[in-house]
């Protein structure tokens, strides 16, 4: 199986920055070459793309709002995931939320899903 635990979130202002990280386990993570991915959801609302990386960690992709902003990257040594966020905005606050799947592309692709992690920005 796989389990991912993020952790990072938190309460900043308007123009702050914040580091989220997802640390990844289990044999199934280990066996493949998994793409992974933050997605986000808002009080209310359905939960949407923000970003996703390659196993190689050499292609990326982005929901239009957080390009320039926020950056995805990840250490395979350390089975980890991270999501740069700057120049948070409070249209950012939601619960973030690590996934993993086999095959990089289509958001509908992620099979494994961590338990979330809150950041809300004030203005």
């Known amino acids: 199986q796989v389990q991912l635990v993020e952790s990072g979130g938190g309460l900043v202002q308007a123009g702050d920055s914040l580091r989220l990280s997802c640390a990844a386990s289990?044999?199934?993570?280990?066996?493949?070459?998994?793409?992974m991915a933050w997605f986000r959801q808002a009080p209310g609302k359905e939960r949407n793309f923000v970003a996703a990386?390659?196993?190689?960690?050499?292609?990326?992709s982005y929901t239009d709002s957080v390009k320039g902003r926020f950056t995805i990257s990840r250490d395979n040594a350390k089975n980890t995931l991270y999501l740069q966020m700057n120049s948070l905005k409070p249209e950012d606050t939601a619960e973030y939320y690590c996934?993993?799947?086999?095959?990089?592309?289509?958001?509908?692709?992620?099979?494994?899903w961590g338990q979330g992690t809150q950041v809300t920005v004030s203005s």
């Open positions: 996934a993993a799947g086999y095959v990089f592309g289509s958001p509908a692709n992620y099979n494994f």
């Open positions: 289990g044999r199934t993570f280990s066996n493949n070459a998994m793409a």
């Open positions: 990386i390659n196993w190689r960690g050499d292609t990326t």
